[in-house]
C-alpha cells in the first residue's frame, strides 16, 4: 500500500510570492490534515479536510489556504510569501475524520523563502 | 501557550539501558495522548497512544504512562536499541478531532 505522497519535496521561492503544495493521502483515506513544522515552534496544526469540507482549522493568517478533491487528495496554497513562512508542510491521512490521531504522515515539503 | 510541552530537548542512553522521555499539558480538555517517532527527512510516524481513562499502555517495548492529576505522561522504551535513535514527540487530541497538538520533541539518542 502507498504511503502518503507529497509533492513537490523541496523548493525555493522569494517573498510576496504564492505557493501551492499537493497531497495523495493512501488508497481508501478520505481525511487530510495538514501541519507546519518549524524548529522554533514545532509542529503546528494548520487544517484538516474531510469528503472535501475544511472540518477544522488552525490558528494562521488567511493567506494559509487548502482544499480537497473527490478523490480525496488535497492541496494547500500560502500567498503573499513571509519569510517566516520558511518551514516543513507536512500532510497527514486517515481513514475518517475524527479516528484520533493515528495519522500517516508524509515526508514533507521543505519550503523555503528567501 | 505551549499547551504541551517536552522540557527535554535532548536524551542520551546506552544501548540496552531504558529510555524514559517526558511530557506536559496544560488543557484538561485532551483525552487522547499519541507519541510519534521521527528520523531526518521522513514524515512523523506514529509509536502508540493513551485514552484519558487509562493510566498505561503497552506495546513491545514501548509503555506509555499517564498521569491525570499531575497532567503529565512518559514514554518508556526497555531496552533502548540503536535504532530507537530519533525525535520522539508528545502530541494530544481532544474530542476525537484529528487536530493534535504537539510538543516540540526530544532527541533520543541511542548509543551502542
Known amino acids: 500500500k502507498a504511503g502518503v505522497t507529497q509533492t513537490p519535496r523541496y523548493l525555493i521561492k522569494t517573498r510576496g510570492q504564492q505557493v501551492t503544495l499537493s497531497c495523495s493521502p493512501i488508497s481508501g483515506h478520505r481525511s487530510v490534515s495538514w501541519y507546519q513544522q518549524t524548529p522554533g515552534q514545532g509542529l503546528q496544526f494548520l487544517f484538516e479536510?474531510?469528503?472535501?469540507?475544511?472540518?477544522n482549522k488552525g490558528n494562521f493568517p488567511g493567506r494559509f489556504s487548502g482544499r480537497q478533491f473527490s478523490n480525496s487528495r488535497s492541496e494547500m496554497n500560502v500567498s503573499t510569501l513571509e519569510l517566516g513562512d520558511s518551514a516543513l508542510y507536512l500532510c497527514a491521512s486517515s481513514p475518517f475524520s475524527g479516528s484520533i490521531g493515528e495519522l500517516f504522515f508524509g515526508e514533507g515539503s521543505r519550503l523555503t523563502v528567501l | 501557550d505551549q499547551q504541551v510541552k517536552q522540557n527535554s530537548p535532548s536524551l542520551s542512553v546506552q544501548e540496552g539501558r531504558i529510555s524514559i522521555l517526558n511530557c506536559d499539558y496544560t488543557?484538561?480538555?485532551?483525552?487522547?495522548f499519541l507519541w510519534y517517532k521521527k528520523y531526518p527527512a521522513e514524515g512523523p510516524t506514529f509509536l502508540i497512544s493513551?485514552?484519558?481513562?487509562?493510566d498505561k499502555n503497552e506495546d513491545g517495548r514501548f509503555t506509555v504512562f499517564l498521569n491525570k492529576s499531575a497532567k503529565h505522561l512518559s514514554l518508556h522504551i526497555v531496552p533502548s536499541q540503536p535504532g530507537d535513535s530519533a525525535v520522539y514527540f508528545c502530541?494530544?487530541?481532544?474530542?476525537?478531532?484529528?487536530?493534535?497538538?504537539f510538543g516540540k520533541g526530544t532527541k533520543l539518542t541511542v548509543n551502542p
Open positions: 493513551i485514552s484519558s481513562i487509562k
Open positions: 488543557n484538561s480538555m485532551f483525552d487522547y
Open positions: 502530541a494530544a487530541a481532544q474530542g476525537g478531532s484529528e487536530k493534535l497538538v
Open positions: 479536510y474531510f469528503s472535501e469540507t475544511q472540518r
